[in-house]
């Protein structure tokens, strides 16, 4: 059974800058593909970015030239660094990993359909 715990969620305000990280169980860490999610108050669960097992990334416009996904196979650890916070990047952040193939999604952040398993999130208030 994977668990993902994530942390690093805080309010702060516009323009500043907050790391995620999302320590994932013993698990075949580096062959997923992992992916980081938000999801605002009554609004739709979103893709941020994502990272395969060959460590390619993809973003979301918003998130692009703002964040960057990266992880650490050794400790099993997924990250998300965002600078130039805005109050729209307020919501739920939540990491979630699966077997698939980065690379069919051409460009794309991949769907949250196509990630079998979630942390249970941590919150970013930006004001």
């Known amino acids: 059974h994977v668990q993902l715990v994530e942390s690093g969620g805080d309010s702060v305000q516009a323009g500043g800058s907050l790391r995620l990280s999302c320590q994932a169980s013993?698990?075949?860490?580096?062959?997923?593909?992992m992916g980081w999610f938000r999801q605002a108050p009554g609004k739709q669960r979103e893709g941020i970015a994502s990272?395969?097992?060959?460590?390619?990334?993809v973003y979301t416009d918003s998130a692009k030239g703002r964040f960057t996904v990266s992880k650490d196979n050794a400790k099993r650890t997924l990250y998300l660094e965002m600078n130039s916070l805005i109050p729209e990047d307020t919501a739920m952040y939540y990491c979630?990993?699966?077997?698939?193939?980065?690379?069919?999604?051409?460009?794309?952040?991949?769907?949250?359909?196509?990630?079998?398993?979630w942390g249970q999130g941590t919150q970013v208030t930006v004001s």
């Open positions: 013993e698990f075949t860490f580096g062959t997923w593909c």
């Open positions: 990272i395969g097992n060959d460590g390619s990334t």
């Open positions: 979630a990993t699966g077997h698939l193939n980065i690379h069919l999604w051409l460009g794309y952040v991949p769907p949250d359909y196509a990630f079998n398993n």
